[in-house]
């Protein structure tokens, strides 16, 4: 009996659960346009925290069946990119109110081209962040699509098919560094990311399912002979 009262499939279900707030959250704030600058705020600072928790749950119940150094690698990366990227959503969007407010607040053109010059610089400091961000999340994403490929839940293809999208997304932001790739006529490979995380979510609700229909709920794979 488990004194704690947390079964093993509850870290599935909560990776789940974070992984259907973070998924969304990502393409409304940074992929599609929200005309709402309120909620679009809200949800890029919601995605970096429900990603690094999603992970961290998933990896949780990943390492019972199958550990490796891969996943344990994973887990800290993925956690260190939702970080980075909070602290990214904080220096974007503080850039831009305050600078707007200080530029709107005035009718002198000295201080409105200081705000101005600030503000340039305070974005290449935050596309600097982005950049540490892309480098994490995609180191992030190798490992842990590298720690699928022998793990049982999963098909070989979709962790191999992880590593390529991860590792072309890296080689295009350190192509066109500083810049971003769109920017300079390349491929952003973040939506390709984050798609493959969406994949990634719906072998999560199927793993639950899954785990209904096994004795125990434990997503333990049965042997053939039922040991």
Known sequence: MNKAGIQHRDWLIYAGVFGLIALPSYFFSAVFVVPNPVLERILFFVWGPTFALAVYCMGHWMRRDYDSIALRLAILMNIGAGMIVTIMATVQSLNGVVSVEKIKGTTDEQLIWLYKAAFTGTNHTQLGIDIAFDVWISLGTALFALAMVRHFAFRPWLGIAGIVVALGTLISNLIYFPWPPADRGGVDGGPFVGVWWGLLLSVIAFQYWRDNRTK????????????
């Open 216 to 227: 125990g709920g434990t997503g333990k794979r049965q042997s053939s002979d039922g040991g």
